[in-house]
């Protein structure tokens, strides 16, 4: 590593040379590493192009199923969602035994009971999962998409950020097809319930079985509102929501 000593300093590349700050001051060093020319024709890159091609399969594949949950998605708040997602997606693509190297999916491998066992439970949000949020069984019906939480107590069932008077439950029914890229999303009616009511029935119930071919995903959303003067106000831009994936065939 080279330090430059001219009048005049340079940051930027010329040629083969990289000009640079640093604490250091001002550098200068060759470029390293093979160009993206070699990596695509050279025989000895293959492997590399093959992880590249998967890769880009799961990331496309997180973007279907980010996009087709927009509407509940758009109530939490987590910036490492996108990396966090990848990760678990790679170790579903993983599980895909009847693809050639370089051609595995997440699709062939949620045909697995272990590819489904991965997405289930999958947090949106990693600060508020929701096995801590919600300490209650949910009742799932697969067919219908319904969810109910029986006998729930909000003083003793959930957790509950400083501020926030209301909790308020959604559950979705998804099915999507990665391959596709086709999903269609059915959420149930928005049930709010004050953190001092005593014990009740929750029973959330999207409208229809959602259309299509694909994997149904179940999910459940729990927003906390903080109600001032009458009006009902989201709670810290969602970073206290929950978002969990509750079931998938």
Do not use: C, W
Request: hydrophobic share 35%.
């Amino acid at each position: 590593m080279a330090k430059q000593s001219s009048i005049i300093k340079i940051e930027g590349t010329i040629d083969d040379l990289t000009f640079y700050k640093s604490k250091n001051g001002y550098r200068v060093r060759k470029k390293t590493g093979v160009n993206a020319e070699r990596i695509q024709s050279d025989p000895a890159f293959e492997r590399t192009r093959e992880n590249q091609k998967e890769f880009g399969i799961v990331a496309r594949t997180g973007k279907i199923l980010r996009r087709s949950m927009i509407d509940l998605l758009a109530e939490v708040s987590d910036d490492t969602l996108v990396p966090r997602m990848i990760r678990r997606l790679s170790k579903i693509r993983n599980l895909d035994t009847n693809s050639p190297r370089g051609e595995r999916t997440v699709t062939q491998g949620l045909l697995s009971e272990e590819g489904k066992t991965l997405l289930r439970g999958f947090d949106f949000n990693q600060e508020a999962p929701l096995q801590q949020v919600l300490k209650k069984e949910i009742e799932l019906d697969t067919a219908t998409g319904e969810m109910v939480l029986t006998d729930f107590n909000p003083r003793k069932h959930l957790s509950r950020p400083e501020g926030a008077t209301h909790v308020a439950f959604r559950a979705g029914f998804l099915n999507v097809d990665f391959d596709t890229e086709s999903a269609d999303l059915q959420v149930s009616p928005q049930q709010e319930v004050p953190l001092q009511q005593s014990v009740s029935t929750i029973t959330l119930t999207p409208p229809a079985a959602p259309e299509g071919t694909g994997n149904q995903v179940h999910v459940l959303l729990v927003e906390y509102y903080q109600e001032l003067n009458g009006a009902m106000y989201p709670l810290n831009s969602g970073a206290f929501n929950a978002l969990s994936i509750v079931e998938v065939a």
